[in-house]
């Protein structure tokens, strides 16, 4: 059987581990990926090791464009860029006629939104795009979805997440993305910072950034589905810490709500405190492309959200 070729778009925390998890898959391979300053294409697959040899381009993005015949699907690793980024891409995608799959990690409700107002064009294109596949929006929400099912009315949905990494410089793209939820930040201040200005955020908060109420996802998707009728029902937040490996809290996801017999309850979904952010998010979105290589083969395209379907095992 032929393996699933795929193309990353971003080469750092997160795509870096999409390297790692699919040289330990049967069933694809990376065949493209690239940053903002290089890109790397081998038909043989690419190892991290490979990242290495990136060749120079002022338009990574556009070098991988050009190869779109060489794979079938996309992730897009990019967490820490402005709300219109990943749409704009997927826009040059699409102007250059490319008719695959992509999945991605954005977090951010009002990305998602622009998101889907590429549905028509994605459809013209014979294409599908699975939006918010990482672990919140993605594996946490899916679970909502499925948490769901016992009420008759889910009152609220609670995401607590904790997540430690022993140093900051492997992530630093999903650390200025988290900064960005900060009160008086927004995602082109945490963009412009640089790891200077980060060491000193990091050092004023013992290497703990701690969110409430983030601008998360989870909402829009779960009322899309029809779990919520209404955003305001969907709370997300959490704890990072920059200077262990070790969780600082529990990862969580609450779903409250009312049973036909009248009786208020929860569901509490936990995920293990030795897996990783990377696991909890580029697992899921390896799952999630090979659910959208499914559609495509169903002749269902368009743009889905991550509690539309459920992830598709990538052995």
Partial sequence: MDKIKIAVLGAGGLGKACLEI?????????V?????????????????????????????????IRLKDEFEGIFAA?????????????????KAGYSGVYTCALKRTT??????KLDSSLKKNKSVYIAGCGATPGLLSAAAVLAAQSFIKVEDVNIRW???????????????EDIAHLPGYTVNR???????????????????????????ADDILLKNTGVIDSLKKVSVGGVMDTRHAKKPVSTTMTLTGTTFEGKKS??????????????????????????ALWLKKHKIHGIFGSTDFMPMILR
């Fill in 78 to 94: 990019l967490p820490n860029l402005p709300n219109e980024f990943v749409p704009g891409v997927v826009k040059r995608f699409i």
């Fill in 32 to 64: 493209a990926i690239c940053n903002s300053g290089g890109y790397l294409y081998s038909k043989k697959g690419i190892s991290l090791k490979d990242l290495d040899r990136l060749k120079p381009s002022k338009d990574s993005i556009g070098e991988i």
């Fill in 190 to 216: 945490a963009k412009r910072m640089t790891d200077r200005d980060v060491d000193r955020l990091l050092n004023r908060t013992d290497g703990k950034l701690v969110l409430r109420n983030m601008e998360h």
């Fill in 162 to 176: 904790g997540v430690g990494i022993s140093n900051w410089n492997a992530y630093r793209a999903t650390i200025r």
């Fill in 22 to 30: 699919v040289a330990k898959k049967k069933e694809a391979k990376v």
């Fill in 111 to 116: 990305a998602i939104k622009l998101m889907m």
């Fill in 266 to 291: 929860s569901h509490r979904f936990i995920l293990g405190d030795e897996t990783s952010m990377a696991a909890n998010v580029v697992g899921p979105a390896l799952g999630y492309l090979k659910r």
